[in-house]
Nanobody
Framework: QVQLVESGGGLVQPGGSLRLSCAAS????????MGWYRQAPGKQRELVAA???????KYADSVKGRFTISRDNAKNTVYLQMNSPKPEDTAVYYC????????????????WGQGTQVTVSS
């Protein structure tokens, strides 16, 4: 079994900063892409940022220049540094990872974390 556990969510003021973490654990053979998605009330889940196993990032236009995604492959952990957040960034943030499980061959399974609430408000 594989688990993704997020941490770091909470209340942050506009213009402040917040760092989300997501650690993968379990019978992991390798991790390919990792990413962060978010879902605001009444809206569809959307990609915020993703990063390849080699460290190549991509971002949603709405967060470019404000958010930074990074990963520590030794710790199977992905981070999202949120700088200058805006009220419209308020959402539940979900971690996602494409993982090869030990003993399961080359197939990559898509795993999700349980979500962490981020509220941007003064």
């Amino acid at each position: 079994q594989v688990q993704l556990v997020e941490s770091g969510g909470g209340l942050v003021q506009p213009g402040g900063s917040l760092r989300l973490s997501c650690a993968a654990s379990g019978s992991i053979f390798s991790i390919n892409a990792m990413g962060w998605y978010r879902q605001a009330p009444g809206k569809q889940r959307e990609l915020v940022a993703a990063i390849t196993s080699g460290g190549m990032p991509k971002y949603a236009d709405s967060v470019k220049g404000r958010f930074t995604i990074s990963r520590d492959n030794a710790k199977n952990t992905v981070y999202l540094q949120m700088n200058s957040p805006k009220p419209e960034d308020t959402a539940v943030y979900y971690c996602n990872a494409q993982i090869r499980v030990m003993g399961a061959g080359l197939y990559e399974y898509n795993y999700w974390g349980q979500g962490t609430q981020v509220t941007v408000s003064s």
